[in-house]
């Protein structure tokens, strides 16, 4: 099936975008766990595992409307710290709604509403998961101090 290049362009876009944001959470996920901050990771390394299925569900439609897939991920730079960690992995979630919401539009004027639907999925899981859990962490760190946030992202017992 051959797919408006418009859409087809976007995919690829956000293929590239979901692909960084994968590998952020790979490095802040392992990051977090060499730190001891146990809960943080099994949360990334969860966020690490719902991006790569989003990309891969970018990735089968760019192959079903006929394209090639651009694996390359768009550059990222990790934090260094927890705070900069969430900063930044909240700055990619802002980031992926944006694009995610201009290639719905974009759907929505191609008439290709199966991408827009695939597209709409990946939204709400953008800003109901990711971008509010982030936000909540942000939160925390504001209200209780950040070695009281830090302490207790760790294991009971370490």
Not at 100 to 123: K, Y
Request: hydrophobic content about 40%; some cysteine.
């Amino acid at each position: 099936m051959q797919g408006d290049a418009q859409v087809v362009d976007c995919l690829i876009a956000l293929l590239r975008g979901e692909l960084a944001a994968r590998d952020q959470y790979f490095v802040h996920s392992r990051t977090y766990e060499d730190q001891g901050f146990t809960k943080l990771y099994e949360r990334l390394n969860h966020e690490m595992e719902e991006e790569t299925q989003h990309a891969d569900a970018i990735l089968r439609r760019i192959l079903m409307l006929g394209a090639r897939p651009d694996m390359r991920p768009t550059a990222f730079e990790p934090g260094l710290t927890v705070p900069d960690m969430l900063r930044k992995d909240l700055a990619t979630e802002y980031e992926v709604r944006a694009n995610l919401q201009a290639g719905i539009a974009l759907c929505e004027a191609q008439r290709d509403f199966v991408t827009r639907d695939i597209l709409l999925a990946q939204l709400r899981d953008t800003e109901e998961d990711h971008a509010y859990w982030l936000e909540k962490q942000l939160g925390l760190i504001d209200k209780v101090g950040l070695q009281n946030y830090l302490q207790s992202q760790t294991s009971a017992g370490v």
